[in-house]
């Protein structure tokens, strides 16, 4: 019910963009928020940002220089932008869906991307 969908294999420095595609429900619909979460080798969970029904974004603060989140409400997608990739962003990348008490009820299967010369 959502699908994560992008390049897999980037260079250091280029742009990482990844698209999720939503059929759970519109992502316009209160008071949810869509999420995209990316967990490194060896590393636990870690979330990149959101974006919230209305269009608000939030990013982790380690992140937030690099990383935007849009969305397409035409085609009920959001996607991830995150710019200077290095190695260090190698990681499966999740998106998902959270609830009002940040309970996540839907995930997608997760995407590999590997960042390497």
């Known amino acids: 019910q959502l699908q994560e969908s992008g390049p897999g294999l980037l260079k250091p420095s280029q742009k990482l963009s990844l698209t999720c595609t939503v059929s759970?429900?519109?992502?316009?619909?209160?008071?949810?928020?869509w999420v995209w979460i990316r967990q490194s080798t060896g590393k636990g969970l870690e979330t990149v940002g959101f974006i919230g029904w209305d269009g608000t974004t939030v990013f982790s603060p380690s992140l937030k220089s690099r990383a935007s989140i849009s969305r397409n409400t035409s085609k009920n997608q959001f996607t991830l932008e995150l710019n200077s990739v290095t190695p260090e962003d190698t990681a499966v990348y999740y998106c998902a869906r959270a609830g009002a008490l940040s309970e996540y009820d839907y995930w997608g299967q997760g995407t590999q991307v590997t960042v390497a010369s």
């Open positions: 759970v429900g519109s992502i316009l619909i209160s008071p949810y928020v």
